[in-house]
Nanobody, 117 residues
Framework: QVQLVESGGGLVQTGGSLRLSCATSRSILRINIMRWYRQAPGKQRELVATITSGGSTGYAHSAKGRFTISRDIAKNTMYLQIDNLKPEDTAVYYC???????????WGQGTQVTVSS
């Protein structure tokens, strides 16, 4: 079992920045891969970025350039830095953890990001 708690969302103006956090109940080094997803109103949930236990990162095409995924091993926390926010970034952002590939996935409760124009 892995508990995930997101935080850091809020209401920001276009061009602003936010750093989302995802605190885990298990050592990040024991989680094979962690991901950030987002779901905008009326749209399907989409993958934003990934980070492996080894620290390798990956980004969706739409996230390259303004999104940065990172982690703090000591704090067992994953982050998503979003810069130059745009109204189309408005969504609920979810943290996902897959400790063992192909087995159980765990989700956080989500954190709302709203970007005003």
């Amino acid at each position: 079992q892995v508990q995930l708690v997101e935080s850091g969302g809020g209401l920001v103006q276009t061009g602003g920045s936010l750093r989302l956090s995802c605190a885990t109940s298990r050592s990040i080094l024991r989680i094979n891969i962690m991901r950030w997803y987002r779901q905008a109103p009326g749209k399907q949930r989409e993958l934003v970025a990934t980070i492996t236990s080894g620290g390798s990162t990956g980004y969706a095409h739409s996230a390259k350039g303004r999104f940065t995924i990172s982690r703090d091993i000591a704090k067992n926390t994953m982050y998503l830095q979003i810069d130059n926010l745009k109204p189309e970034d408005t969504a609920v952002y979810y943290c996902n953890a897959e400790p063992t590939l192909g087995l159980l996935n765990y989700w956080g409760q989500g954190t709302q990001v709203t970007v005003s124009s």
